[in-house]
């Protein structure tokens, strides 16, 4: 199976929580590798830019809000299917319906504020990535 790139971000609940390390544990334990990292503090032009494609839903202000109400840790996870391999360890959108031992199940409980995101899809990931990384903050060990 081919090695990927993913996009995640640890959001602010969780930064708040202190579970930072133990949510990129979870990463490691999966066999994705951290190769790019950084704490920002997303303003609302760049968390809108990220979340363009949700600008119509009913959930968008409240999503912007959360997301730029305080720092974040952005990642770049690398391995074998990385994509759906980090959706998998995040469980479900909603906390609740999270299968038990997922990320959202253990760090979350709400799907407003919901511990991770992943890119949902290869092409996702790409254009992710580029918003928040330069292609030298990236150093792939595949
Ligand atoms: P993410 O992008 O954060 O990895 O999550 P996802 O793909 O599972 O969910 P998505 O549909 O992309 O939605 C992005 C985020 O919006 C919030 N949301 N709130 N109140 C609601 O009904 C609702 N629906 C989605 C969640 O925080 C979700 O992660
Ligand atoms: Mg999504």
Same mark, same amino acid.
């Given at each position: 199976?081919?090695?990927?790139?993913?996009?995640?971000?640890?959001?602010?609940?969780?930064?708040?929580?202190?579970?930072?390390?133990?949510?990129?544990?979870?990463?490691?334990?999966?066999?994705?590798?951290?190769?790019?990292?950084?704490?920002?503090?997303?303003?609302?032009?760049?968390?809108?830019?990220?979340?363009?494609?949700?600008?119509?839903?009913?959930?968008?202000?409240?999503?912007?809000?959360?997301?730029?109400?305080?720092?974040?840790?952005?990642? *770049?996870?690398?391995?074998?299917?990385?994509?759906?391999?980090? &959706? #998998? +360890?995040?469980?479900?959108?909603? %906390?609740? @319906?999270?299968?038990?031992?997922?990320?959202?199940?253990?760090?979350?409980?709400?799907?407003?504020?919901?511990? *991770?995101?992943?890119?949902?899809?290869?092409?996702?990931?790409? &254009? #992710? +990535?580029?918003?928040?990384?330069? %292609?030298? @903050?990236?150093?792939?060990?595949?």
């Amino acid at each position: 199976m081919a090695i990927e790139q993913t996009f995640s971000i640890v959001k602010p609940d969780a930064v708040g929580k202190n579970v930072i390390g133990e949510i990129y544990s979870r990463f490691e334990k999966a066999g994705l590798k951290i190769v790019g990292a950084k704490m920002i503090h997303m303003s609302e032009a760049l968390a809108g830019e990220f979340y363009a494609e949700h600008k119509e839903r009913p959930f968008y202000g409240e999503l912007v809000g959360f997301m730029t109400s305080g720092p974040v840790m952005v990642q *770049v996870l690398e391995g074998e299917n990385a994509v759906a391999l980090n &959706r #998998e +360890i995040m469980g479900a959108t909603n %906390p609740k @319906e999270a299968a038990p031992g997922t990320i959202r199940a253990d760090f979350a409980t709400e799907v407003s504020a919901n511990a *991770v995101h992943g890119s949902d899809a290869p092409a996702s990931a790409a &254009r #992710e +990535i580029a918003i928040f990384f330069k %292609p030298e @903050e990236i150093f792939s060990r595949a």
